[in-house]
Structures are given as C-alpha cells and as structure tokens.
C-alpha cells in the first residue's frame, strides 16, 4: 500500500507562484510514476505532469513551461513548482502513484489533494 499526503496549497493572485509537495509513504517501487493531476469544478480530473524514477517527466500542453516536476527516491517526495499561474489553473490537486504490474494491470493511488486558487 501507498499513502500520499500533498501540502503547498493556498490562494495566489495570477501571475503568481505555487510549490507543491508529495510524501509518499509505504513502499514505492522502481517502476512506479508519480504526478500531479487536478480536477476543476465539474470538471474531470486531469494530469498535469508526471515523473519516472529515472527523472522523464510529461506535463500537459497548458502548464508546459510554467511547471516544473522534481522527484527525490530517497524520499519517496516530489514536488511541482508552479509560475506564471493563471485562473484556469484552479482546481484540486491530487499526487499519483502509478503502478506497472507483470500481467499488464496498473494500481492507482492518490493523495486526499490540496486546492490551488488563483485570483485577484
């Protein structure tokens, strides 16, 4: 089992910055992915970026450039440095785990999110 535990969340005016952190505790395996995703308001939830143990990231079209995703094995943390934010960035963010398994199953696990609002 994995638990997640995310903080870093708060209200920021646009054009601001945002770090998030992810603890993860439990055991985190070679090949396990971890992320952040968000959900906006009656919106579905969708990955923002993502990062394998060896450091290859993908990030969503609208945060590339702006975001940055960091992982420490050591720690089992990662972290996602938001700038230049913008309202539509707004929403509930969730960390990830992804886990790869030999029968070709994925598990998934999530942390209980932190909001992100961006306003002026």
């Known amino acids: 089992q994995v638990q997640l535990v995310e903080s870093g969340g708060g209200l920021v005016q646009p054009g601001g910055s945002l770090r998030l952190s992810c603890a993860a505790s439990?055991?985190?395996?070679?090949?396990?992915?971890m992320g952040w995703y968000r959900q906006a308001p009656g919106k579905q939830r969708d990955l923002v970026a993502t990062?394998?143990?060896?450091?290859?990231?993908v990030y969503a079209d609208s945060v590339k450039g702006r975001f940055t995703i960091s992982r420490d094995n050591a720690k089992n943390t990662i972290d996602l440095h938001m700038n230049s934010l913008k309202p539509e960035d707004t929403g509930v963010y969730y960390c990830?785990?992804?886990?790869?398994?030999?029968?070709?199953?994925?598990?998934?696990?999530w942390g209980q999110g932190t909001q992100v609002t961006v306003s002026s």
């Open positions: 990830n785990v992804r886990r790869p398994t030999d029968s070709g199953k994925e598990y998934f696990y």
């Open positions: 439990g055991n985190i395996f070679r090949f396990d992915t």
């Open positions: 990062i394998t143990r060896g450091g290859s990231t």
